[in-house]
């Protein structure tokens, strides 16, 4: 199985670092052109210089995925200057670690602001211009292990990403039409920036390897390998469906 994706381009938010950038590199490899997202635009240019190294293609675009504007003009340079937008990834996400009873209602609203409300928002944005396109889509959405079980106290967190997977399919039943599919990952412990701090805390680490069933924590490329079957035509039958890639930790 040879995946080619050349003549595609691929949106990729929160792709400055993590998980994201993990899966826009993947994504070039596969010969896509790519649109490195981030809020943070020191984060993107980086992740994009590191594509153009490999000798992929990617253009750094500074965005807030909660806000519509700025995911219009991410849209609008991706067809000028790319040529148009067949693959999205909702990636960017944020996570709050806190007992529920204190988390305030600004905290609340951040995270699903930029969790849901973001891949809401990018997810239509992205629909309407594969629409236009003609051709149909891939849209991938980012959710969790936390999505399907709890693991507190992230109650936010959990909400968001819950909302993420349901969300999921009813975009996928109303944009099936449309050649669309929209479908999510549920990444398990993943080795980024925003764990590093949990996992490196020694009781933390050693209570996660012996709970997950593949006794390590996942790599960004795991994730990626899976968001570059879903945007591949190997994967054209599925749609609306939330792939866990989680060594198993959902099994138990
Ligand atoms: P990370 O914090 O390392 O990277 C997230 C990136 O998103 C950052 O570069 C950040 O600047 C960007 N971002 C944050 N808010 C943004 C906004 N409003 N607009 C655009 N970009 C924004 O996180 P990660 O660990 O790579 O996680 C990536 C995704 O995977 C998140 O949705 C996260 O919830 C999910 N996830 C991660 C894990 C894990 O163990 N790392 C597990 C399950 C799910």
Redesign the pocket.
Known sequence: MQINLTGKVAVV?????????GIARALADAHAGVIV????LK?AEVGARGIEAQGGKALPVK????KGDEIGRMVETAVKDLGGIHIWVN?????LRKPAEEIAEEEWDKLID??LK?TFLCAQAAAKAMIKGGKGGRIIN?????GGVALPPRAA?CAS?GGIIALTKDLAAEWAKHGITVNGI??????????QYYFSQEPVRQFLLERIPLNRL?K?ED?AHMAVFLASEYSDYITGQTIYVDGGWTIL
């Not at 990636?91 to 996570?95: H, M």
């Not at 980012?142 to 936390?146: A, D």
Request: net charge neutral; aromatic share 4%.
């Open positions: 938010t929160g792709a400055g670092r993590g998980i994201g950038k997202n981030d809020v943070d984060a965005a807030d995925v909660r990636n960017a996400g944020i996570v930029i969790n973001g980012i959710s969790s292990i936390m967190y990403k549920a990444p398990g412990w993943t080795l980024t920036e925003m764990t996942g960004p994730i």
